[in-house]
């Protein structure tokens, strides 16, 4: 945060000041009292299983110089203790109000997969002409987008603000609060449906990205998917689609492999521009075609774009590829859908081998009553696109085995409930010249396995 104080925080959030001064100056939010950037006003958040207010001491010793309480009413202190009625609440009202003071425009980004590559190729595409900030790591919740903004500063010119959503009216909640002039949707797919019910549910929740859509912004939306290819932006908004079919305003042709990656060509209107990626798999062909979207609205030559976004090679955990010891390792262990599982698949198969195709999958979490069905549908995916080996970690990755063995029995299979087996198993069965995909939800942990590896 930047010229905020302890006056503003009260003004922000309607608090009421138990102790301290207001003229304390702010440059920080934490939520995490063992983590201090330097100037700190700390939010004790209440949830499910801790409260967060019993750690105002520990966030005081690491260098917290105010904090919000929603558990006191008086207070004896020279630091500021700033009263609210809810913290989380007044967390989201401070950053509402710190997005009023910055003048920059932002782009949100939301779907169902792909959020957070599409934002980041976003962001390198931006970056030909422009300052640009984006969210770091994975703070797209109710309680992420608020500190996100307040890292904002006034030498940034633009910002990609990734939206998430894990339940009904969060999405509503955040983009009201970041007030974006862009809006890009990825796609709807069956992320959280286990919270929502169906993919329609996941469309209106999506398009609610919309609450926070400035006048006269633009809702940037994927052609190619079958939900969204003939939705409109809310009235006094433009709508741009984005895809590889004539539906769409930005449009890749001719798209192919060359060396393993994707090459197309980017067509806007008479703009052609042929691109070649530095990242591997069909589906970054979209999210690339999103970025120069997003780009060419905001001022920037296709070209120009295109140019910077060729160079992007990726990050931590998604889709990352190294060489070690011999062997080609894929690291897509971030998270899991069936789309990405199934992009992921792709990018195995289409690395030239020297030696086998290792598929190491663990389970897909919040797929909801379907999840064994969309496991057992990967196993089918597998069956047509062979690889020489299928690991896998988890209950529900069973069904992918099981439908391995009933469509392509010639494929061998392994099954493992934890990592420790798991790990021990592959540091046996692995050999120079294999290529690995390491694919699974985060939460199965797969990655600390992928990172033994490479």
């Known amino acids: 945060m930047e010229h905020m104080t302890v006056k503003e925080i009260l003004l922000a959030a309607g608090g009421r000041l138990l102790c301290g001064s207001e003229d304390t100056v702010l440059e920080h939010i934490s939520i995490d009292s063992r983590n201090m950037k330097g100037n700190d006003l700390f939010v004790p958040l209440i949830g499910e299983k801790v409260d967060a207010h019993r750690f105002i ?18 207070m004896d202190s020279e630091k500021p203790w700033i009263r609210v009625e809810d913290t989380k609440k007044a967390l989201q009202a401070v950053g509402s109000y ?29 970056s030909a002409r422009l300052t640009v900030f984006k969210t770091p790591g994975n703070h797209n919740s109710q309680v992420g987008v608020p500190i996100t903004l307040s890292e904002i500063t006034q030498k940034d010119e633009i910002g990609v603000i990734e939206l998430g959503m894990s339940e009904p009216g969060e999405l509503t909640v955040i983009a009201k609060i970041a007030k974006i002039q862009m809006a890009v949707i990825t796609n709807i797919g069956v992320t959280h449906i286990e919270q929502l019910g169906s993919k329609e549910n996941i469309l209106r929740e999506k398009l609610t990205i919309q609450d926070g859509l400035s006048e006269g912004g633009i809702l940037i939306l994927n052609g190619d998917d079958a939900l969204l290819k003939d939705i409109r932006a809310k009235e006094g908004c433009r709508t741009i689609y984005y895809g590889t079919g004539e539906n769409s305003d930005y ?18 209107g008479t703009e052609r521009v042929p691109m070649r990626l530095s990242v591997m798999g069909s589906h970054n062909v979209l999210n690339a075609m999103a970025s120069l979207a997003v780009a060419r ?25 190294y060489d070690s010891n011999g062997m080609t390792i894929i690291d897509d262990t971030y998270n899991a859908s069936p789309v990405s599982m199934k992009a992921g698949l792709e990018v195995l198969g289409s690395i030239a081998k020297a030696g086998r195709r290792i598929a190491v999958l663990a389970d897909m979490k919040e797929l909801g009553e379907k999840s064994p069905e969309f496991h057992y549908e990967i196993g089918e ?26 469509k392509a029995p010639g494929i061998v299979t392994r099954e493992f409930m934890d990592l420790e087996s798991l790990t021990a198993y592959l540091k046996t069965e692995f050999r ?8 699974g939800s985060n939460s199965m942990n797969l990655g600390s396995v992928a990172a033994v590896f490479h």
Do not use: W
């Open 98 to 126: 710190y997005r009023d003071r910055l003048s920059l425009p932002l782009v949100g980004i939301t779907g169902s997969v792909g959020k957070t590559t599409t934002r980041e190729m976003v962001a390198c595409a931006l």
């Open 251 to 268: 449009r890749a042709e001719d798209v192919h492999l060359a060396e393993g990656f994707p090459a197309f060509t980017a067509v806007h």
């Open 297 to 321: 609205e905001s001022g920037i030559p296709m070209e120009e774009a295109a140019k910077t976004l060729e160079e992007f090679t990726g990050f931590k955990s998604r889709q990352q590829i």
């Open 57 to 74: 001491d520990q966030a005081f010793g690491n260098g917290a110089v105010a904090v919000l309480t929603s558990r006191h009413d008086s």
């Open 432 to 439: 120079e010249g294999d290529c690995v995909l390491f694919k």
């Open 381 to 406: 995916y597998i069956a047509e696109h062979p690889v020489d080996l299928v690991v896998v970690l988890g209950e529900l990755s069973k069904e992918i085995v099981r439908a391995v063995k009933e």
